[in-house]
């Protein structure tokens, strides 16, 4: 089993910043990878990042590049989302999840899920 719970969601005016927080718990999460997806209202969940506890992996969806970031404190067991220059099309329920770096490689959806933190931006 794998905990997470997320946290720095609120709401800011375009183009501030946020970072999300991802705290990590459970067996074996230095063999797992984390991975943050959104859900924007009445929209379907979307991938935004994924990094591996060892670093060998991260991954970003292509339309978020260069403006978010994912990292993570492997002492902290705690993977970090910093959000610049944020739109209001950004605004959605942010998740992190995790599951196997293999299940990460071959896209599957992970299998433990955080609660969500609501990031709201306005125009």
């Known amino acids: 089993q794998v905990q997470l719970v997320e946290s720095g969601g609120g709401l800011v005016q375009a183009g501030g910043s946020l970072r999300l927080s991802c705290v990590a718990s459970?067996?074996?999460?230095?063999?797992?990878?984390i991975s943050w997806f959104r859900q924007a209202p009445g929209k379907e969940r979307e991938f935004v990042a994924a990094?591996?506890?060892?670093?060998?992996?991260?991954y970003y969806a292509d339309s978020l590049k260069g403006r978010f970031t994912i990292s993570r404190d492997n002492a902290k067991s705690t993977v970090y989302l910093q959000m610049n220059s944020l739109k209001p099309e950004d605004t959605a329920v942010y998740y992190c999840a995790s599951d196997t770096v293999n299940k990460l490689r071959a896209g599957v959806k992970p299998g433990y899920w955080g609660q969500g933190t609501q990031v709201t931006v306005s125009s």
């Open positions: 990094t591996s506890w060892s670093g060998g992996i991260t």
């Open positions: 459970g067996r074996a999460i230095s063999s797992y990878a």
